[in-house]
């Protein structure tokens, strides 16, 4: 079984600012790893995906996240955040296998604010 | 970019009224899921459907609740005898091999 935890409900942050949205997780096999991005009415938007090999994938919209086995992490970081980013982000697990179900951690919402 | 579509993006429905919610996959998907979001919860995973079939189901895919893909190409959820806990946002996603699911835009099921 797997599950992922998202250590801050809300981060707010000024415009043009860095970001780091944390996220860890638990699984007792290997899994791949996302981002998710959720804007106000809308549906479940990819941002960035941990399938293999380098353990820092760059994403939509100028976001990354690094891997870290050892940690069980995937924090997805921006190094200057806007407006429009303003958003709820899910980070979710799967295990290997065409039909596995994602796993989502409870959400971040990220306030960007002038 | 090919996109999973989901109809109606809003259903108002009485309690003890049966719905369907439907979604139209991207065309070379094999796999097909749908998920549930009840208001400032998180995402979760209702069921999961392959070759014609059930994957895999989660505790909340009790009896009420049945998924089939009747023509080929759209893929439905089917509540029946609908109770106020149902009211939440159902959210279609559809895959292929180890890629990444891709969501519709969802439809937000209120039951009165």
């Known amino acids: 079984a797997q599950s992922v935890t998202q250590l801050d409900s809300q981060v707010p942050v000024f415009e043009e600012a860095p970001v780091e949205l944390r996220c860890n997780y638990s699984s007792s096999v290997s899994v791949y790893l996302f981002w998710y991005v959720q804007y106000p009415n809308q549906g479940l938007q990819l941002l960035l995906k941990?399938?293999?090999?380098?353990?820092l994938v760059k994403g939509i919209n100028g976001f990354e996240a690094e891997f870290n086995k050892s940690q069980t992490s995937f924090h997805l970081r921006k190094p200057s955040v806007h407006i429009s980013d303003t958003a709820e982000y899910f980070c979710?697990?799967?295990?290997?296998?065409?039909?596995?179900?994602?796993?989502f951690g409870a959400g971040t919402r990220l306030a960007v604010h002038p | 970019e090919p996109e999973v579509t989901q109809t109606p993006s809003h259903q108002v429905t009485q309690m003890g009224q049966e719905v369907i919610l439907r979604c139209v996959p991207i065309s070379n998907h094999l796999y097909f899921y749908w998920y549930r979001q009840i208001l400032g919860q998180k995402v979760e995973f209702l069921v999961s459907f392959y070759n014609n079939e059930i994957s895999e189901k989660s505790e909340i895919f009790d009896d009420q609740f049945s998924v089939e893909r009747p023509d080929g190409s759209n893929f439905t959820l089917k509540i029946r005898s609908t109770k106020l806990e149902d009211s939440a946002m159902y959210f279609c996603?559809?895959?292929?091999?180890?890629?990444?699911?891709?969501f519709g835009d969802g439809t937000r099921l209120s039951i009165l």
């Open positions: 941990y399938l293999s090999g380098s353990t």
């Open positions: 996603a559809t895959g292929q091999d180890n890629q990444p699911q891709h």
């Open positions: 979710a697990v799967r295990g290997m296998g065409g039909y596995n179900k994602l796993i």
